[in-house]
């Protein structure tokens, strides 16, 4: 597609409950970023993959945060039992190769509501 | 870790005046610096990239400089507009992107 894709656009999860937010990149990129933004603060990385391999996850906040992308294009953040802490706009990006020379394009976010 | 700080945290001016935004960086050993235009409920939109060879670059009323050494960037907004009130957040890669917390920018008419 022409940019990237996330779904849902709103989500709103009872504390407790799993969930599963989709993004789909721009074709032929390579590499894929999840960050998270909390309210009036600049976001966060969660993690990275290039291709389906996922190279870093060390800004995963706990266990109850998984990232997959098990095709090397499509990819889905999934928070078990979440908490209210895990309110947030969750962005993803992608770019050609990495951030050598080359800029990310992100997607319009996933804003998670927990109740 | 990579620190980012961006300087002011906020701003207004009035419309037509020049907008300088400050962003500083703590690792010099960076592939790239973007600066990103957030609008409230929205994404992130590239403005700006420059990669680390490079000193500056320049998009309509926008240029973006870039000093390694001194580990500083300013975003220069030429004749502001209203159109131009957003959130505007630098960003720094090493095969992840460090954000700092953003310039929210009003211009008033």
């Known amino acids: 597609g022409a940019g990237v894709s996330q779904s849902p656009r709103y989500k709103v999860a009872k504390r407790g409950q799993d969930v599963a937010l989709r993004c789909d990149p721009i074709?032929?990129?390579?590499?894929l970023f999840w960050y998270q933004q909390a309210l009036g603060q600049g976001p966060e990385f969660l993690t990275y993959?290039?291709?389906?391999?996922?190279?870093?996850k060390s800004g995963l906040p706990s266990d109850r945060f998984f990232a997959e992308r098990p095709e090397g294009s499509v990819s889905t953040l999934k928070i078990q039992r979440t908490q209210q802490e895990d309110s947030a706009v969750y962005l993803c990006?992608?770019?050609?190769?990495?951030?050598?020379?080359?800029?990310?394009?992100f997607g319009s976010g996933t804003r998670l509501t927990v109740v | 870790k990579q620190e980012v700080t961006q300087i002011p945290a906020a701003l207004s001016v009035p419309e037509g005046e020049n907008l300088v935004l400050n962003c500083s960086f703590t690792?010099?050993?960076?592939?790239?610096l973007q600066w990103f235009r957030q609008d409230p409920g929205k994404g992130l939109t590239s403005l700006l990239l420059?990669?680390?060879?490079?000193r500056e670059q320049t998009s309509g009323r926008l240029n973006a400089s870039l000093d390694k050494s001194s580990g500083r960037s300013t975003l220069y907004i030429a004749a502001s507009q209203p159109g131009d009130s957003a959130t505007y957040l630098c960003?720094?890669?090493?095969?992840?992107?460090?954000f700092g917390k953003g310039n929210q920018v009003v211009v008033i008419p």
């Open positions: 420059i990669q680390s060879s490079q």
């Open positions: 074709s032929g990129h390579v590499s």
């Open positions: 990006a992608s770019s050609f190769l990495g951030d050598r020379g080359y800029g990310y394009t």
């Open positions: 960003a720094v890669g090493n095969n992840r992107l460090a």
């Open positions: 993959f290039q291709n389906e391999a996922q190279l870093d």
């Open positions: 690792d010099s050993a960076i592939y790239n």
